[in-house]
């Protein structure tokens, strides 16, 4: 699409290199400091002759015009109308034809007895509203023609509202749909990176109040690692508040879950805005993260690759199906992502029979750091730890079965053991929520892709199906509060895009209920006497040997199925204090237990002694190695380097100077 445009904007200069250019940029004739109109032209009513403009609703217009331009030729030769003429492209169809119509009422407003008539600043205001999120999608700024206060006029200046016509027909069209049709509108095909960034961008703008886009960091290549976030209350940590991450493509090949994961985007985003009950619920009582490509680097070589193979002179179906599974699983490093955590499992597994050893929050041994790591791994585990998330879904392809922690062996040898997690029966009801949501997943076909878990209905154990060491959802147990489950959603791991509406179906309601279940088990806070809130007081489950601790402000969550629990917390320097609890079985929201604590005498802890290790769990690249993935790309003048975006190289090609009012930086 991009060559196409350029093409299109070199076309229009060719065929009007000969118009006059300005000597006076408009922005700066608008305030007086110099002028195009050297001749003193006296503002005439003519014919409206402006390509792109001739469907606006009247037929005459003025020259010069509040721009400046003298004539059509020299409006046609700005840079003003060239982007007129491509915005519908730029902005992938958003706000077409409303920008072009409100562009060309600025360019060529109406004329009457020689005099302007000036389009309304409300409308534009409006247009500015709703429209502001396509632009920053794209890294480009709001067009200074376009300035609502500078070139458009109140009601009781008397002005026209040049999409008055075209809101009419709109109100015709919608009459006539029918009630039944879906209220939000997903286009459901594949997305390059850049159109990854530039949806996510454009979403988050759209619903700004519940929603922003932010970077955990660059894949090798330097590629963002891009998170959208929806909440009530975007970008900060709410009490007693969860906070819930679904992560997709991180296998490069594997890229359903990523097309997924940006169909929930655009949908929580839609159904929130329209008023869905059930939505807004989740928005407002859950912090919901979205990282829909971990390994946007081996996304573009996988999708190179099935589009090579689109051509049957070039590659047989049998070996495009034999790719699919291996060409860019790997990050560009050519490391597999989910064998490059850290393997704590193996240390849980060496200490496990003693019982003074803390299973959680298990620190990463320093030799793990002389090792590749991969700046994909690295930032999601920074991203982790930053964070108090309490469940997380890792999206996968190859099988159609939901699988959970712990997925290496507990016995070297043995490639397929069960090997439980002390919380196996919250993990399987975690795994079990969205194998029972999903359409086909736990049904008893054995003809189906998944049929050989028809027998446990769609769930197992990582390591009883195959085993396997550095992990994803084993790091987040064992080095967070986190509990995190493997979601392989089919055989097919790139399927045709006529696939990914059927796909969207039978896994909407699974991500939606997975996400709901994160309000479950208990939760409250761990303050002191004083009310203050303890953070990394610790709190732990009797029978359970997996602790949690506080977040910042003191507040926890314990996922916990139904029954009776005794909980006890505890913090250095603090008294232990005791409750038991019973969830029962028709609980739709977590109960709350809150504890205080009084201080005691610090007495030495015998772990202290017997683990000196304990305590290093804050070691996070102790040698700052890999410090640089997570830095700004500097200048040698010792400037952050900005990137011009991708449509830059169009005007700058087009032999004129370059506008920068239309960068975001200037």
Known sequence: MHSGLLLLFLSLWRSCWCAPQQTCHPGDEHL?????????????????????????????????????????LDAESGTEYLLLSVSHGLLNGECSPEIRLLGCSVLASPCQDDKMIKPCRSTCDTLRRDCAHAFEAIDMAWPYFLDCDRFFASNEEGCFDPLARLRARQEVERSGLSPEEPSTIIQFTYTANAQMYSLLKRTAAKCSQISHVYSIGRSTEGRDLLVIEFSNNPGRHELLEPEVKLVANMHGNEVLGR??????????????????????????????????????????????????????????????LLNGWTNGRNNAQNIDLNRNFPDLTSIFYRNRRSRHYRIDHIAIPDAYWFGKVAPETYAVMKWTRSLPFVQSASLHGGDLVVSYP?????????????????????????????????????????????????????????????SFAGGMSDFNYLHTNCVEITVELGCDKFPSEAELYPEWKR???????????????????????????????????????????????????????????????????????S??????????KAGRVDFVLEKVPIKPDIDDHLFPTVDTWERFDPYNQFERYSEPDISEGGIERHEKPWWWNYFSQSGISPPHWLLRSV
Not at 579 to 588: A, E, I, T
């Open 406 to 466: 712990f997925d290496f062996s507990k016995h070297p040898q043995e490639e397929r053991m069960l090997s439980p997690t002390p919380d196996e029966q919250v993990l399987k009801q975690l795994a079990r929520t969205y194998a029972d949501a999903h359409a086909t997943m736990s049904n008893n076909d054995t003809d189906r892709c998944g049929a050989s878990f028809y027998r446990t209905r769609g769930i197992t154990n990582g390591a009883l199906w195959y």
């Open 579 to 588: 409750k038991r609890v019973y969830l029962p079985n028709n609980m739709n």
């Open 259 to 320: 097309q997924l994961l940006l169909y929930l985007a655009q949908y929580l985003c839609s159904e929130y805005i329209l008023g869905n009950q059930r939505i807004q619920t989740l928005i407002n009582t859950t912090r919901i993260h979205i990282l829909a490509s971990m390994n946007p680097d081996g996304y573009e070589l996988a999708a190179s690759e099935v589009e090579d193979n689109r051509d049957t002179e070039l590659t047989s179906q049998e070996g495009h």
């Open 32 to 72: 007086g400091r110099c002028s195009n109109n050297v001749l003193g032209d006296k503002p005439t009513c003519t014919d409206l002759n402006l390509g792109y403009c001739n469907d606006m609703e009247y037929s005459r217009t003025i020259f010069p015009n509040i721009l400046g331009h003298r004539s059509r």
């Open 507 to 577: 896994n909407k309601e699974a991500l939606l209920t997975y996400m709901e279940s994160v309000h479950r088990g208990l939760k409250g806070v761990v303050q002191d006497v004083d009310g203050n809130g303890l953070k990394g007081a610790t709190v732990s489950v009797r029978g359970i040997r997996k602790d949690v601790t506080t977040a910042e402000d003191g507040d926890y969550w314990r996922l916990l199925n139904p029954g009776t629990h005794i909980l006890t917390a505890t913090a250095k320097g603090y008294s232990r204090v």
